[in-house]
T-cell receptor, first 109, second 113 residues
Framework: EDQVTQSPEALRLQEGESSSLNCSYT??????LFWYRQDPGKGPEFLFT???AGEEKEKERLKATLTKKESFLHITAPKPEDSATYLC??????????FGPGTRLSVLP | DAGITQSPRYKITETGRQVTLMCHQT?????MFWYRQDLGHGLRLIYY???????DKGEVPDGYVVSRSKTENFPLTLESATRSQTSVYFC????????????FGPGTRLTVL
């Protein structure tokens, strides 16, 4: 059974304090690993897709990396507007997406 | 407006009633998905559809029915609502050819009393 876990469950940072979120996964056949951002009361918003170990993607203060067992979302010098829940998901070759429970990030000014 | 919309945004119903949640997308995307989101479980796939008239079960399909007669619409029906179906429901779509990028609707918050 495909599974995704995320840690920590919640993270509180001061503005400018860099950190990383972890996503660990087990999947029968990895088609891709995905990161989404979700603001309160809204649907998830796509951030990145990673397809193979060693791949990295960047967008503003966010950088996602992938290994064979986990992915990291690195946040460099975060700002209060980066506060959100970050979701990780995997997709297998059966086309289904499996989501993790998310990490709730708060960035304090 | 272009995009993916859901209606209603909020719904309160009683146990045993039938409820239909609507999802509409304007991109002509082939794939559409229904998820529920509960605290501690994250997003769980209920049903998905690869094209009009093609649907398949996800992780938690019991108690739900879907149909897809038109590419742009993917309604989700709770035939006899139960309290355990109280949740936030999200619809998503993805373009043909395996783009892997899902676009989510704003969600419907359903409360079953």
């Amino acid at each position: 059974e495909d599974q995704v876990t995320q840690s920590p469950e919640a993270l509180r940072l001061q503005e400018g304090e860099s950190s990383s979120l972890n996503c660990s996964y087990t999947v029968s056949g990895l088609r891709g690993l995905f990161w989404y951002r979700q603001d309160p009361g809204k649907g998830p918003e796509f951030l990145f897709t990673l397809y193979s170990a060693g791949e990295e993607k960047e967008k503003e203060r966010l950088k996602a990396t992938l290994t064979k067992k986990e992915s990291f979302l690195h946040i460099t010098a975060p700002k209060p507007e980066d506060s959100a829940t970050y979701l990780c998901a995997v997709r297998n070759y059966g086309q289904n997406f499996v989501f993790g429970p998310g990490t709730r990030l708060s960035v304090l000014p | 407006d272009a995009g993916i919309t859901q209606s209603p945004r909020y719904k309160i119903t009683e146990t045993g009633r039938q409820v239909t949640l609507m999802c509409h997308q304007t991109w002509s995307h082939s794939y559409m998905f229904w998820y529920r989101q509960d605290l501690g479980h994250g997003l769980r796939l209920i049903y998905y559809s690869a094209a009009a008239d093609i649907t398949d079960k996800g992780e938690v399909p019991d108690g739900y029915v879907v149909s897809r007669s038109k590419t742009e619409n993917f309604p989700l029906t709770l035939e006899s609502a139960t309290r355990s179906q109280t949740s936030v429901y999200f619809c998503a779509s993805e373009g043909a050819g395996g783009t892997d990028t899902q676009y989510f609707g704003p969600g419907t918050r359903l409360t079953v009393l």
